[in-house]
T-cell receptor, first 111, second 112 residues
């Protein structure tokens, strides 16, 4: 059972480039989330989804977009990367909002 | 806006001694979660507390929830090196059941 799988694990982007962070879960969870974690900080919610076709903004959505065409996949798109988007990104899924299963994270550096 | 505050933010523990981490939150909620994160790793769910007075225990860790005081505690008994990690509490946002608010985390280091 793979759980929540994130790719890539590491990425370096130049300012202004775009990329998609992939997230797939095989637990048939309806709830999926994208968080970012800055050094020494807690997690900030970027976007979330409560089911296929439904997405909504979290605390820090600017500069990001998401889609949820299937239950399994919840990709996060970064458009026009900026240094402020340097962070570790975690995807998570759950049956409910609280007891979440997290992926291993994507470490993104924008230079 | 729901605020979640943990203290202390850093905790140096001596092996064999007992310690407590506190998690305060600003609005009414009866659902609180504790997670553990090892350095450079992902988050792992430790405890799910779903009602006032809930107490959960796993090994040397015990978590409790007092919704009237808006306080959860994570108690560590007889600390061991393996417990070195960062511990996060997270609270359901009652204005939106689908979102959690996380505390800043407590980084625990256990020394001999």
């Amino acid at each position: 059972n793979a759980g929540v799988t994130q790719t890539p694990k590491f990425r370096i982007l130049k300012i202004g480039q775009s990329m998609t962070l992939q997230c797939t879960q095989d637990m048939n969870h309806n709830y999926m989330y994208w968080y970012r974690q800055d050094p020494g900080m807690g997690l900030k919610l970027i976007y979330y989804s409560v089911g296929a076709g439904i997405t909504d903004k979290g605390e820090v959505p600017n500069g990001y977009n998401v889609s949820r065409s299937t239950t399994e996949d919840f990709p996060l798109r970064l458009e026009l990367a900026a240094p402020s988007q340097t962070s570790v990104y975690f995807c998570a899924s759950g049956v409910t909002a609280g007891a979440l299963h997290f992926g291993n994270g994507t470490r993104l550096t924008v230079t | 806006e729901l605020k979640v505050e943990q203290n202390p933010l850093f905790l140096s523990m001596q092996e064999g001694k007992n310690y407590t981490i506190y998690c305060n939150y600003s609005t009414t909620s009866d659902r609180l979660y504790w997670y553990r994160q090892d350095p450079g790793k992902s988050l792992e769910s430790l405890f799910v507390l779903l009602s006032n007075g809930a107490v959960k225990q796993e090994g040397r860790l015990m978590a409790s929830l007092d919704t009237k005081a808006r306080l959860s505690t994570l108690h560590i008994t007889a600390a061991v090196h393996d417990l070195s990690a960062t511990y996060f509490c997270a609270v359901d946002n009652v204005d939106n059941d689908y979102k959690l608010s996380f505390g800043a985390g407590t980084t625990v280091t256990v020394r001999a």
